[in-house]
């Protein structure tokens, strides 16, 4: 997916948090209130759902910080409460609410460091493209897959919440 300019990404990124929010409420529902599903994993080496909604924010949490001149700042990955990761979706759509840069933004380079002092370096345009966006999706389905395989009722409709505005009667 190429993105085409600032307003776009910020556009993709909220109504994509809108949908997490989404399933979080029907995991919610479906476990009446317990937490426990926030401990669920696919797999014992795979990070728990309450890890996939930090690590699914960081992504466009991160975007809004290097939009803003800011350095990048991870989001803590111990949610074990719906409490966090509500506030967690929601101070990161507040950020992107504030960023006010032009689009000439995504010419510059961003860096991003690594563990054992490596980096990346890349235009903003391939930041977004190649590092954010497939990160923010790999996240957001994880959180998804861990819910559907927890039993919670939730399907392809519950995940393109996005494209509800353009369904039409035949």
Do not use: C, G
């Given at each position: 997916?190429?993105?085409?300019?600032?307003?776009?990404?910020?556009?993709?990124f909220q109504s994509r948090l809108t949908t997490l929010e989404h399933l979080l409420k029907l995991a919610r529902e479906h476990f009446s209130g317990s937490?426990?599903?926030?401990?669920?994993?696919?797999?014992?080496?795979?990070l728990p759902f309450g890890t996939q909604i930090a690590f699914t924010c960081n992504q466009p949490r991160n975007f809004a910080l290097w939009c803003n001149g800011k350095s990048m700042d991870n989001l803590d990955p111990e949610?074990?409460?719906?409490?966090?990761a509500y506030k967690h979706?929601?101070?990161?759509?507040?950020?992107?609410?504030?960023?006010?840069?032009?689009?000439?933004?995504?010419?510059?380079?961003?860096?991003?460091?690594?563990?054992?002092?490596?980096?990346l370096e890349m235009p903003g345009r391939t930041y977004v493209n190649d590092f954010?966006?497939?990160?923010?999706?790999?996240?957001l389905v994880t959180a998804y897959?861990?819910?559907?395989m927890a039993g919670?009722?939730?399907g392809k409709r519950d995940y393109m919440m996005?494209?509800?505005?353009f369904v039409r009667e035949a």
């Open positions: 997916m190429q993105t085409q300019d600032i307003d776009a990404i910020v556009t993709l937490e426990s599903f926030l401990h669920k994993r696919i797999a014992t080496d795979m949610v074990a409460s719906l409490d966090r979706i929601a101070s990161t759509k507040e950020l992107l609410l504030e960023i006010k840069v032009e689009d000439k933004k995504l010419e510059e380079l961003a860096r991003i460091d690594l563990e054992q002092s490596l980096y954010l966006i497939p990160n923010f999706y790999f996240h897959d861990i819910l559907r919670v009722p939730i996005h494209l509800v505005p």
